[in-house]
């Protein structure tokens, strides 16, 4: 899906390590929400609160995912899920643009 309707766009900013990483929320009618963002190239530690699923837009990371020892390469087209109540560490090789959806 390249674009969504009927939604509310939260105009504040998500901002993380010192705006190397940005994100908007999107809400929509059913209370679910996802995050568009920008991140720069960079490492990055995240913790969740909710599961999450991140598609690549654009860019290129490597991810160590939860409970795995090997980094595992995401492009442009690719996503990967991240259990609720869990981290897990990006290499950001470029920027990268992307959207996390929450459940």
């Known amino acids: 899906m390249s674009n969504f309707e009927n939604v509310t766009v939260v105009k504040a900013a ?4 010192d705006g190397k990483v940005t994100s908007r ?8 929400k996802k995050t568009l963002g920008i991140m720069m190239p960079g490492d990055y530690e ?9 598609e690549i837009q654009v860019g290129e990371m490597d991810v160590l ?3 795995e020892s090997k980094w ?4 442009k087209g690719t996503s990967f899920e991240v259990p ?6 990006l ?3 470029e920027v990268t ?5 929450y459940w």
């Open 14 to 17: 998500n901002i993380y390590f």
């Open 25 to 32: 929320t999107v809400e929509f009618a059913d209370g679910s």
């Open 46 to 54: 995240f913790d969740t609160e909710e599961n999450e699923l991140m």
């Open 65 to 67: 995912l939860p409970g």
């Open 72 to 75: 595992q390469t995401f492009t």
């Open 84 to 89: 609720k109540n869990s981290s897990f560490k």
């Open 91 to 93: 290499q950001v090789k």
């Open 97 to 101: 643009d992307y959207c996390c959806s």
